[in-house]
């Protein structure tokens, strides 16, 4: 039975050890934390969007950006301080504007195809992951931003996508608890929500179960592919017939050791996990869930008693420090729009997506024979990470004796 090292026990790792393990190989995961999704998959906004599959490489989203980079409440935030790998990430990223429409549209077929494999993977591990079928309403305060939410509807619809426009009193209708200005909106009916980290650790859990093994905590210091097989040296070296490097921000320097060139930069997200301790918050936190077009901020109800809000681009580096002029926004945002929410109890949280200039995953085999990539799924991983896990268990192939998965499932229960 072949046997593939997975580096990452984020979404990405899991859901990719998972595809591994269904085809019937042997399968070890590497992670630095003590726990499964405990960086960029712990406390994202929540959402299993295809209706937010358009990609930011457009002159359009650079010229506001740009304006945005004066103020110090807005959207994008970037570290003045020059580097070599954030000029050649914005270099490469301006010149994937040329292929703004095909990856837009090669994203929402990624994350419309992704939905049935997390449902496969959620029914097989018996996860509870506070998911809710809620929708996902897209609502915009200008006409200028509604009239270019229409042009990319027609590209969300060539990935196949269905985005329904709503006149601004439907919006309201749907989301009764929102205040402010609106002009209208979309609403996506196939899209949902869920609590990403208790999915991520409940399938880690379930997988260990099953034969999978995670050596969490053991941080790895090197990588090589040689001799018809792969190293990977934690605090020992281990032996493997080949590797599927799904480490997040974590990757271009695996992959610099593998001879591969993988130009992720990190993107620092920020999230409020508002807790609504009394009635009057419950009652007024949407159960759908939103994003608002102009601040690019997006929000889930996780089960009862939580109210996920999620936004901004930090160009930082490896910075991981959550700044309180960057929650700020988030916080005001709820309290304007949402006034009966309490946000006395508010849980900020600031986590690293891996974002490569086109805005696409990298998946598939590097230069090595047995070295692979599931990686740089930038603000979209929790979206399309069961489709890429399964394009890549497609790439590696069956084991030489096909698992019989519905018997091994049998087993299992």
């Known amino acids: 039975m072949p046997h593939y090292a997975v580096l990452g026990a984020g979404i990405?790792?899991?859901?990719?050890?998972?595809?591994?393990?269904?085809?019937?190989?042997e399968v070890t995961v590497f992670d630095q934390q003590r726990y499964a999704a405990m960086e960029t998959s712990f406390a994202n906004g929540g959402q299993l969007s295809a209706s937010n599959a358009e990609v930011w490489n457009r002159w359009a989203t650079v010229l506001k950006g740009t304006k945005w980079l004066l103020k110090p409440d807005a959207p994008l935030s970037v570290n003045p301080k020059p580097s070599w790998h954030k000029l050649s990430w914005m270099a490469e990223f301006l010149g994937?504007?040329?292929?703004?429409?095909?990856?837009?549209?090669?994203?929402?077929?990624?994350?419309?195809?992704?939905?049935?494999?997390?449902?496969?993977?959620?029914?097989?591990?018996?996860?509870?992951?506070?998911?809710?079928?809620?929708?996902?309403?897209?609502?915009?305060?200008?006409?200028?931003?509604?009239?270019?939410?229409?042009?990319?509807?027609?590209?969300?619809?060539?990935?196949?996508?269905?985005?329904d426009e709503l006149s601004?009193?439907?919006v309201r209708a749907l989301v009764p608890q929102l205040t402010g200005p609106l002009t209208g909106g979309f609403v996506t009916e196939s899209d949902s929500t869920g609590d990403i980290h208790k999915f991520t650790f409940g399938m880690a859990e379930w997988l260990e179960g099953q034969g999978v093994s995670f050596r969490m905590g053991h941080a790895v210091t090197d990588v090589a592919a040689r001799d018809g097989g792969?190293?990977?040296?934690?605090?020992?070296?281990?032996?493997?017939?080949?590797?599927?490097?799904?480490?997040?921000?974590?990757?271009?320097e695996i992959a610099a050791k593998l001879g591969d060139r993988v130009n992720i930069y990190p993107v620092k997200g920020y999230s409020i996990t508002v807790n609504l301790r009394d009635a009057q918050s419950r009652a007024a936190a949407p159960h759908?869930?939103?994003?608002?077009?102009?601040?690019?901020?997006?929000?889930s109800r996780l089960g009862e008693d939580r109210f996920r809000v999620a936004g901004t681009a930090e160009f930082n580096g490896y910075n991981?420090?959550?700044?309180?002029?960057?929650?700020?926004?988030?916080?005001?945002?709820?309290?304007?729009?949402?006034?009966?929410?309490s946000t006395e109890h508010c849980v900020p949280w600031a986590g690293?997506?891996?974002?490569?200039?086109?805005?696409?995953?990298?998946?598939?085999?590097?230069?090595?024979?047995?070295?692979?990539?599931?990686?740089?799924?930038?603000?979209?991983?929790?979206?399309?990470?069961?489709?890429?896990?399964?394009?890549?268990?497609?790439?590696?192939?069956?084991?030489?004796?096909?698992?019989?998965?519905s018997a091994a499932l049998v087993q299992a229960a």
């Open 96 to 163: 994937q504007i040329r292929n703004y429409e095909a990856n837009t549209i090669a994203t929402t077929k990624m994350a419309i195809a992704a939905r049935a494999g997390l449902s496969e993977m959620a029914e097989t591990a018996g996860v509870d992951f506070d998911f809710s079928p809620a929708s996902i309403v897209h609502f915009y305060q200008t006409e200028k931003d509604f009239a270019d939410g229409r042009r990319v509807n027609k590209l969300l619809a060539q990935g196949g996508l269905t985005r």
């Open 352 to 405: 690293l997506r891996p974002m490569l200039p086109n805005m696409m995953p990298k998946v598939g085999p590097g230069r090595a024979p047995g070295v692979f990539y599931n990686t740089g799924h930038g603000h979209l991983g929790w979206t399309l990470s069961a489709a890429t896990a399964e394009a890549l268990g497609e790439t590696v192939g069956e084991g030489p004796v096909r698992r019989n998965f």
């Open 288 to 299: 759908v869930s939103l994003l608002d077009d102009n601040a690019k901020i997006v929000t």
């Open 320 to 341: 991981r420090d959550i700044r309180a002029d960057r929650v700020k926004p988030l916080t005001d945002w709820v309290e304007r729009l949402f006034p009966g929410i």
């Open 12 to 25: 990405t790792g899991v859901t990719t050890a998972y595809s591994l393990w269904k085809r019937g190989h």
């Open 230 to 252: 792969v190293t990977v040296t934690t605090d020992e070296a281990h032996r493997f017939d080949g590797v599927v490097v799904c480490a997040g921000v974590g990757s271009r």
């Open 168 to 170: 601004a009193e439907e």
